[in-house]
């Protein structure tokens, strides 16, 4: 079975902290991304990326930055943390675009900025 | 880009009942699944689907792709069953993310 973990269930800082958010997934998924989830607005992509290095912006990028250094893990970065990014975040994993490319989850991080 | 649209958006149910979820997309897909938010926030993957029919114990699916729209069979309903269940499918383009429909709220009492 697929494994994708996050580092941290629940998370509360303060405005302005550098937050980082881990995801480690262990079946050697090329793509990995990161979504936020919100009340009324559903799921939204924020980065992903589809090999070491390489990443790619997708719908809300603005205030986040990632890191891909090995396969297996993907870091969201929240430069300076604001109120308004206190939400659920998700990490997800799939292999090759083009081939079965199902997306398996995390257990997501519960974050709240004070 | 594809939009995903669910119904009922909430749905009630006894214990040992059934119900049908119905998931509608407005183009062709390549993939479509099916997910289980529990009460933790932890999306379950239940079915890849892309066209067919698959069964896992007492779920099933069906997506005909022709059609443009799936269908979640849960039979005998549990408690643990509570909960969000979202189909998504993906954008096709380059980012290949998952397009998610506003899901179904589904509470099975006791």
């Known amino acids: 079975d697929v494994k994708v973990t996050q580092s941290s269930r629940y998370l509360v800082k303060r405005t302005g902290e550098k937050v980082f958010l881990e995801c480690v997934q262990d079946?050697?998924?090329?793509?990995m991304f990161w979504y936020r989830q919100d009340p009324g607005l559903g799921l939204r992509l924020i980065y992903f990326s589809y090999d070491v290095k390489m990443k790619e912006k997708g719908d809300i990028p603005e205030g986040y930055s990632v890191s891909r250094e090995k396969k297996e893990r993907f870091s969201l970065i929240l430069e300076s943390a604001s109120t308004n990014q206190t939400s659920m975040y998700l990490c997800a994993s799939s292999l090759s675009i083009g081939s079965r490319n199902e997306q398996f989850f995390g257990p997501g991080t519960r974050l709240t900025v004070l | 880009g594809i939009q995903v649209e669910q119904s009922p958006p909430d749905l009630i149910l006894q214990e040992g009942a059934n119900s049908t979820l119905r998931c509608n997309f407005s183009?062709?897909?390549?993939?479509l699944q099916w997910f289980h938010q529990n009460p933790w926030g932890q999306l379950i993957n239940l079915f890849y689907i892309p066209s067919g029919t698959k069964q896992n114990g007492r779920l099933s699916a069906t997506t005909v792709a022709t059609e443009r729209y799936s269908l979640l069979y849960i039979s005998s309903s549990q408690t643990t069953d509570s909960g969000v269940y979202f189909c998504?499918?993906?954008?096709?383009?380059?980012?290949?993310?998952?397009?998610f429909g506003t899901g179904t709220l589904l509470a099975v009492q006791p």
């Open positions: 998504a499918a993906p954008w096709g383009g380059a980012t290949n993310k998952l397009i």
């Open positions: 183009d062709s897909v390549n993939n």
């Open positions: 079946m050697d998924h090329e793509n």
